[in-house]
């Protein structure tokens, strides 16, 4: 249970002490927390949403209080999560944030109030890839819907890899993957695995190839064009690629821009597809 003590952690005294109170098998399997201003707070659990029973309505103090706990109470964190949608709190727990949207200066836009947000639940699942990571490695693409598991996959299939000795460099852009303190990573990423956080993919990629020759470089969550062009460069420096993307199939992700050039010029070369029942994961593995 140790990720939602993490997210836990940033929730004002009366809510921490709700969720702590639900069942253990609840716990255990608890994918996200939810909060809207004038609502009980709800919890994600196998796919559902459920509203606590007994809990007090959500206020406008406790969102900001999420915020000052996320953030650190900085301030200039604080406005940059508001700005940016979301804010990486330590552990891998990241808050998604929602309200009245206002223009901002230079073209942006930001949040000015905030209405809702939601706390994932960050998972370390020792051994889930151990089956995937069996045979020798080839350039592989996870997908799944959000919340299916994409984060926890790479993580242990970065652990296993490395620890059975491949160099890996880990373009960990929101601190989801190993959760990178002055201390070290806070989950278990492997023994040869160097981890560049809180920077852009594309530049991330390129400094660890340069500066760490890494053998596989491995992200989260490609999405951007940017991502894209990320991949493609470490795959033309001649490094392997493990990464994620959102969708349920090959034939969804090929109907979005970009990807179907991507898969077309051999990037990837296996995909991982992930579907969830009732809190059990399962994988299945597709050539390219």
Do not use: N
Not at 29 to 36: G, P, S, V
Not at 65 to 92: D, H, I, N, W
Not at 118 to 144: H, N
Not at 267 to 273: A, D, G, H, P, V
């Amino acid at each position: 249970m140790q990720g939602f003590d993490r997210a836990a952690e940033l929730l004002p005294g009366e809510l921490r002490d709700t969720f702590l109170h639900l069942p253990g098998e609840e716990l255990r399997h608890a994918e996200e927390i939810r909060l809207r201003l004038g609502e009980r707070p709800t919890v994600q659990l196998f796919g559902e949403e459920r509203e606590l029973p007994g809990g007090a309505a959500v206020t406008k103090r406790d969102l900001l209080r999420l915020l000052e706990l996320a953030t650190g109470a900085s301030p200039y964190a604080a406005e940059e999560a508001v700005r940016q949608g979301y804010v990486c709190a330590p552990g891998g727990v990241r808050v998604g944030l929602c309200g009245q949207v206002r223009p901002g200066s230079g073209g942006a836009w930001a949040l000015s109030g905030l209405s809702s947000a939601a706390v994932r639940i960050p998972r370390e699942i020792m051994g889930c890839a151990g089956a995937l990571c069996d045979a020798p490695f080839v350039s592989t693409l996870i997908l799944s819907p959000p919340g299916g598991g994409k984060t926890t996959l790479l993580r242990d299939m970065v652990r296993l890899l490395s620890d059975r000795g491949t160099r890996i460099g880990l373009c960990d852009e929101r601190g989801e993957v190993a959760a990178l303190t002055a201390e070290g990573p806070g989950f278990d990423v492997g023994r040869q695995t160097d981890v560049l956080s809180s920077l852009p993919k594309a530049r991330a990629a390129m400094q660890l190839i340069r500066t760490m020759a890494p053998q596989i470089v491995a992200m989260d969550e490609i999405s951007a064009s940017e991502d894209r062009e990320a991949c493609r460069a470490a795959f033309g420096c001649g490094v392997r690629l493990l990464a994620t993307a959102h969708g349920e199939s090959r034939e969804e992700l090929l109907k979005r821009p970009g990807w179907e050039e991507l898969l077309r010029q051999g990037l990837f070369s296996r995909l991982i597809r992930i579907s969830c029942r009732r809190g059990r994961r399962q994988y299945r593995e597709e050539w390219l």
